[in-house]
């Protein structure tokens, strides 16, 4: 019987001695008040755990934190309070350094533009290790690109001079639309005079900054007139009626109500065909 007792006690040392070393393990990781043995972040105590991709970015979690995980944002937007940080793939909002309305799949979003982009990089750099080159959207050769180029120059050359032809040798242009029908200028010209018409929508930039500049170009010219159409918006009766596709469309006429080529979009242009009205 003593024997059991004495057997007793000892197994409850053993038990006792068992639950103190985690105590006296723990105490040893925090340190000393001096702060001998820094503290480890929280991402820092998660990631002895879990691996990089198990860690879960929640609201509340500190941004400092979210940094350290995935790294900088690409960008910072400002609205008072409210940062709007930019990542590949997704955006995360931050109130007072904390995440706030976190998209549940913000962290795969973000995993998987990662993953695109270094797949691009990778086609990328294999492409160029085989002398390709990336121009209009495609990988090429070289002389590909120098003969893409040269044939589109000479596209542009020859339209340019079918063009500046037209009314050198007096020849009536005719302006069709798209199914080949002759639009009609007549309600807008004046008789007897040249006419500067641009068709502008009031939402364009470009055509705000043009108008002044085609009104100024006439200004003091008795023979010809400026004009301008607001189009309203695309698909109104007024850019069907003259087809117009793009703004801003400038239309030149010489004094006979003649158009003196096709609608350009540039003061210089427009400036060249007047050059030419005031000759005739």
């Not at 008040?33 to 820094?38: F, K, R």
């Not at 910072?76 to 549940?104: F, H, I, Q, R, W």
């Not at 973000?110 to 270094?118: D, G, L, P, Q, T």
Request: charged share 25%; with cysteine; glycine share 6%.
């Amino acid at each position: 019987m003593k024997f059991v007792k004495n057997l007793i006690w000892l197994w409850l040392v053993v038990l006792l001695a068992g639950c103190d070393a985690p105590t006296q393990e723990a105490s040893s990781d925090i340190g000393s008040e001096e702060g001998e043995i820094p503290r480890p972040s929280a991402v820092q105590k998660i990631k002895k755990v879990f691996s990089a991709d198990m860690v879960l970015i929640t609201n509340g979690m500190r941004m400092s934190d979210v940094v350290e995980m995935i790294g900088e944002p690409k960008g910072v937007v400002t609205d008072g309070s409210v940062k709007l940080m930019v990542y590949d793939g997704a955006n995360l909002e931050v109130v007072d350094g904390c995440v706030v309305n976190l998209n549940p799949d913000f962290q795969a979003n973000v995993r998987m533009a990662r993953e695109r982009m270094e797949q691009t990089d990778k086609f990328a750099n294999k492409q160029r290790a085989k002398g390709l080159v990336l121009f209009n959207g495609k990988w090429m050769k070289p002389e590909e690109k120098k003969s893409f180029v040269s044939r589109q120059l000479a596209r542009m050359r020859k339209k340019k001079q079918e063009q500046e032809a037209l009314p050198q040798n007096n020849q009536e242009f005719v302006f069709q639309d798209n199914a080949g029908r002759v639009i009609d200028h007549s309600p807008l010209l004046q008789k007897g005079k040249g006419m500067i018409l641009i068709f502008y929508g009031n939402w364009s930039v470009a055509c705000e900054n043009l108008i002044p500049q085609l009104s100024k170009l006439v200004h003091n010219d008795k023979d010809i007139v400026f004009k301008k159409v607001d189009i309203r918006q695309w698909g109104s009766s007024i850019a069907k009626k003259y087809y117009v596709t793009s703004v801003p469309n400038i239309r030149v006429f010489d004094k006979n109500g003649q158009l003196m080529g096709l609608p350009v979009r540039s003061l210089s242009e427009a400036q060249r065909y007047v050059e030419m009205v005031r000759k005739q």
